[in-house]
């Protein structure tokens, strides 16, 4: 049978998008030209900020003897795992050494960035996870300088919980600079800062387009656009369950899309009952966001059976992608196309948003169609070296010549072709393009 929309969404991100690339333009033009002095003008026009930007070791110290014990422990557990899992994922890159004919060796090597910017949202919520996210998978790298900015609230400065996680993450420099303003800080390295060689962590749309403009003159993580999450539920997912997890996604903000993909149109409509109802439980922001996000950019799909299920899934390529279904092995073997998997009730997304040891700054807008999310792999540079003997460059010498020849390259030609007179002196070679 065709998908069935009980719900379609009324917006898209496309159709929220705003022109916002004037404004973050002149705003890095005018740090790049004017320095300290100018991101501090705009720190204090839209941070409402005047105290230090980069954080002394007395005022880290203050900051975390401000955060109470039990969320110490709380950060470092979340820590703990995301480290673990990242030093899992570095494991896996392994420097590589192979004889690709006799007398010429390749290799591969894993080259960590030298100075890691990473940028932690610190606006309509404080984002401790994300200090914890960006800051210890550059840390696992190895990355030799590692930078956090966040945006301060005026009179109070970074929230605490935010500076100790950073601090114990293994953040190098601390700053408090948000915005536009704290991405051209870490790229321009101002304030006595190396400038970064790569960008990471989400941000507002400010932010998302900062980095975009500046990719090429520095690396980046991904464009992020509004987080967006789906579930896949079967007759044997608990609506209630689905419900909750639903609502918990759009509380991200009112363009965040939250998908139901489902197969019963029993369970879908019980949903769609409970929604409003938990909606209506959320406190305050908390309930705007979410309400709007249901409301303008959330579907509810009907399908035939799993393979449709899976199939839609994969066209959708959400970030987060839920499933609460029987037979969790099948549908990770099926699923190709998501940011983050979580199989099964006993998972949900908010434990990788937080602790469970996953990265959470994911691939949004169907960008999970062709890339993964952070990883320690992110900070890495893989590159290639070679090395011959004389003998195990003659044969190459001798296509590379003649490869060039035929292509039109006759400057290439020739470094093959001296090295072959200088190291073969009285050989004869065919070296034309048509030998």
């Not at 915005?179 to 989400?202: D, E, K």
Request: aromatic fraction near 6%; proline fraction near 5%.
């Amino acid at each position: 049978m065709p998908i069935e929309y009980l719900k379609k969404a009324k917006l898209t991100a496309a159709s929220d998008a705003s022109d916002v690339q004037e404004t973050v333009q002149k705003i890095l033009a005018d740090i790049e030209a004017g320095g300290d002095e100018a991101a501090l003008d705009y720190a204090a026009r839209f941070d409402g900020y005047d105290g230090n930007i980069v954080l002394s070791e007395e005022e880290i110290a203050a900051a975390c003897r401000l955060v109470p014990e039990k969320l110490k422990q709380d950060i470092r557990f979340a820590q703990d795992n995301v480290r673990r899992f990242a030093e899992a994922q570095k494991a896996t890159l392994t420097d590589v050494e192979l004889e690709i004919i006799p007398g010429l060796v390749a290799g591969q090597k894993a080259i960590p960035v030298d100075a890691a910017g990473c940028y932690v949202p610190g606006g309509r919520y404080s984002h401790i996870a994300s200090a914890i996210m960006t800051v210890t998978t550059a840390k696992v790298a190895g990355c030799r300088h590692i930078m956090a900015c966040s945006p301060p609230r005026p009179g109070v400065g970074i929230a605490p919980a935010i500076v100790y996680a950073a601090h114990i993450s293994g953040a190098d420099t601390i700053m408090a600079i948000g915005g536009v303003q704290g991405v051209a800080a870490m790229t321009f390295g101002l304030f006595g800062l190396p400038p970064a060689n790569i960008l990471v962590g989400p941000g507002n749309q400010f932010v998302a387009e900062a980095k975009r403009i500046l990719f090429g003159r520095v690396g980046i993580d991904m464009i992020a656009g509004p987080t967006d999450s789906l579930i896949l539920a079967d007759a044997s997912a608990d609506p209630m369950v689905v419900a909750t997890d639903l609502v918990s996604q759009a509380e991200h903000g009112y363009n965040s899309p939250v998908w139901l993909v489902t197969d019963r149109r029993e369970l879908a409509e019980e949903v769609m009952r409970l929604v409003p109802e938990l909606l209506a439980d959320l406190p305050g922001l908390n309930r705007d966001n979410a309400a709007a996000a249901w409301r303008d950019y959330a579907e509810v799909i009907l399908c035939g059976d799993r393979e449709e299920m899976a199939a839609t899934s994969d066209r959708y390529a959400p970030e987060h992608l839920t499933v609460q279904a029987d037979d969790l092995d099948w549908w990770l073997e099926r699923l190709t196309c998501y940011g983050s998997l979580f199989l099964g009730e006993e998972t949900t997304v908010a434990f990788g948003d937080k602790v469970s040891g996953t990265n959470h700054v994911l691939p949004t807008s169907g960008a999970a169609s062709y890339t993964g999310g952070l990883s320690v792999h992110k900070y890495m540079k893989i590159v290639t070296w070679q090395r011959a003997t004389r003998e195990g460059a003659r044969p190459v010498a001798e296509a590379t010549a003649r490869i060039s020849r035929l292509e039109g390259m006759e400057g290439h030609a020739r470094s093959a072709d001296i090295r072959l007179a200088k190291y073969f002196p009285d050989a004869t070679f065919d070296l034309s393009a048509h030998g």
